[in-house]
């Protein structure tokens, strides 16, 4: 899976998760209830993925940069 896709495919479960645990709130009435915990920690590890896929992306760019620039001096 490409890049773009994989982040998309992330994306789309967070918006998803999210919509669910925000019912699931209303609906339980409870932060502690086993169900709300459980797709909160789904939720925490989708977006784990997205952070550590945006900070490589991030070092990427700036080494990418860093290079060019030591380049351009030669």
């Known amino acids: ?4 896709d994989e982040e998309l495919f992330i994306l789309q479960k967070v918006e ?4 669910r645990l925000k019912r699931a709130v ?5 932060l502690s209830d086993e169900r709300v915990v459980k797709l909160s920690q789904e939720l925490d590890s989708y977006i784990l993925q997205l952070q550590k896929k945006n900070y490589l ?3 990427k ?4 940069k860093r290079i060019a620039k ?3 001096g030669s």
Do not use: P
């Open 16 to 19: 998803e998760l999210r919509l």
């Open 70 to 72: 030591m380049t351009e």
């Open 57 to 59: 992306n991030r070092a």
């Open 1 to 4: 899976m490409a890049t773009h």
């Open 61 to 64: 760019a700036n080494n990418t």
């Open 26 to 30: 209303g609906t339980i009435k409870s």
